[in-house]
């Protein structure tokens, strides 16, 4: 069982800048799919961005293509969520995942974001809240 301690996130301003890591209590193969979602209230859980070792594809949602980075350091077997430029709609809880899966699945590669079928694990949830 793999767990998945997050830190980072909080308030910032529209424009800012935030950082969320993420790391794994145990050993997490560095080809394994490693990504961030999140959810508003009322809303379903969507992928962020996502990284799959089997291939090196990222995947990222439209929405945050070109404002949001996902990187790994895998001595440390800690992804982390670089967020440039935060906008209001930005506003969710976010989720730090991984899965056992190396390369996308069918839906990722299909929606052109990460999917949740691709999750096998979750970690808490930070809330990131962008005021305008």
């Known amino acids: 069982q793999v767990q998945l301690v997050e830190s980072g996130g909080g308030s910032v301003q529209a424009g800012g800048t935030l950082l969320l890591s993420c790391a794994a209590s145990?050993?997490?193969?560095?080809?394994?799919?490693k990504g961030w979602f999140r959810q508003s209230p009322g809303k379903e859980r969507e992928g962020v961005a996502a990284?799959?070792?089997?291939?090196?594809?990222?995947y990222y949602a439209d929405s945050v293509k070109g404002r949001f980075t996902i990187s790994q350091d895998n001595a440390k077997s800690t992804i982390y969520l670089q967020m440039n430029s935060l906008k209001p709609e930005d506003t969710a809880m976010y989720y730090c995942?991984?899965?056992?899966?190396?390369?996308?699945?069918?839906?990722?590669?299909?929606?052109?974001?990460?999917?949740?079928?691709?999750?096998?694990?979750w970690g808490q949830g930070n809330q990131v809240t962008v005021s305008s």
């Open positions: 995942a991984a899965g056992n899966r190396e390369y996308p699945s069918y839906f990722t590669q299909l929606a052109g974001t990460p999917a949740v079928a691709d999750v096998d694990y």
């Open positions: 145990t050993y997490t193969s560095t080809s394994n799919c």
């Open positions: 990284i799959y070792g089997g291939d090196g594809t990222t």
